[in-house]
C-alpha cells in the first residue's frame, strides 16, 4: 500500500480520443503545474474550481494549449491540492507532460492511488472506493444503477446501523463483565436475542441479495442445451444479431466486441460454453454430455432447445435456485409436413432461423430475473469481498446466538464483537495494508 504525502500524477483518460486530461494530486501540485502553465495568472493564485487556460511550456518550447482545474485541499476528490489538465489527446504531448512533471518532482500515481488516497483522506468508505472501480467498468443500466447506490453510501448505512446496534449490546454486555461477581444483567438476554435474530435475518438478506448482484455485475449465465441439430447454435446467433440489430445504431460499435452476451432492459445475459455449441457433432458425441452437464451447473437460466415434432426432451438436473425455460424450434416446419405439432403449454415456440418468437424468449429471459431489490433501491451486495465478510459475520452471530443461554458473558462479547468486526472490513472501519492494497491494485491508472 502506497501512502505518503508525495505527489503524485498519472493520465486519467486512455489515449485515442480528441483530449486527454491528466490528474496530479499531493502538497506541490499547483506549483508543479505553474512550471510549465503559461497563462494569465498563476494556478497557485487560483481559487478552487477555477478553470484556467494557458499553454503548458518546457521553456524552450510551447508545448500544448490546455486547460487547468484547480481543486484546492481539502475540496477534491482526494482530499489534497489537486490539478486535471485538459490537453489534446495525443500519446506525444501526454508522455511529455507527464516526463516533465516527474522530472520537477513529482511521482507516477500507483493503479487507484488517487482514490486510496481519497479513503485516506476520508473522503469515501472502502466500499463506496469499490464501488468507483464497479462505476468505470459498469457496461449495463443495472451495473451502473448498482454501482451508483454503493458508492452514494446506501450501502454504507446500512452496515453502519446494524455495526450500531450490536455495539450497542456489546457494551450493555460489557458492562456486566464490570460489576464483576455482583450478578447484575444489563442486557435482558431476551430482548438480545430478539435484537441479534433480527440482525441475523438482515444479514440474510444482504446475502441473498449477492446472487442477483452478482449476476448483474458480471452478467446472468444462461446454458443452451439440447440434442445436436436442434439448432442451439442458430438460435445462439439469432439472439445476438437480436442485440445487434439494436445497437447498430451506436456509432463505434464494432462487431468484433461483441461477445456471446445480450443486454436486455439494463441486463446483461452470458451465455456460457458457447464454443461447445459451435464444434462439430461428432465431438458433441465424444465429449458433449459431460461438458454441457458442467454448463447446467454453473447456469442460473438454461434454455433447452427440442424441435417441433421431434422426440420428448431428455430430462435435464434442474435446481431449484435456477430458471428452466423449453424451447421448441422449428416452428416453420409445421404446416409443411401437416401433422407436427407445436407441444402447450410453458414451452415457447420459435423459428431461430426465420426469427419467429423471439419476442416470446426475449421476455421470458427477461422475466427469469428479479430485479425488484433494485428497483425498489435495496441495499444489493455485489462485491465478493463483501459476501465473504457477510458471511463470516453471520457465522459468529449464530456462535453468539446458540451459547446466548450458557457462553459466560465475555466469551458473548466476544462472539459479538467478531461480528462487529467482520461487518466493520467491508466499509474499512478495520482494515489492513494488504487488503488495502489488493483492492486498489485492481483500479486503473490514474483513478
Ligand atoms: P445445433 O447442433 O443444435 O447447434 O444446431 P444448428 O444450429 O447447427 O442447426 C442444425 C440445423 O437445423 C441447421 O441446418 C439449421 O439451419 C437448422 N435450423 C436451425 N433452426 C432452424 C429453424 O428454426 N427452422 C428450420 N427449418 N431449420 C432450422
Redesign the pocket.
Known sequence: MITGNDTIVAPATAIGGALAVIRMSGPRAFALCDGLFRGSRRISDAAGYTLLYGTLSDGVRTLDDVMVAVFRAPHSYTGEDSVEISCHGSRYIVSEILRLLTENGARMAAPGEFTSRAFMAGKLDLSQAEAVADLIASGSRSAHALATNQMRGGYSADLETLRGELLRLVSLLELELDFGEEEVEFADRTELRRTMERIDTKIGALLDSFKLGNAIKEGIPVA?V?????????????LLNEERALVSEIPGTTRDVIEASITLDGITYRFIDTAG??VT?DT?ERMGIERAYDSIARAQIIIQ?V?AGGEMPETIPVRTDQRYLLVV?????IGQGGQQAVPSGGCIP?????G?GMEGLLAALQEAVDTSRLDSGETVVSNSRHYAALHEAREALRRALAGLGHLPTDLLSEEIRQVVHHLGTITGEITNDEVLGQIFSKFCIGK
Open positions: 443452451i439440447g440434442r445436436p441439430n436442434v439448432g442451439k447454435s442458430t438460435l445462439l446467433n439469432r455449441l459451435r457433432d458433441v432447445v424441435e424450434n422449428k416452428i416453420d416446419r420459435l423459428s431461430a432461423r426465420e419467429s
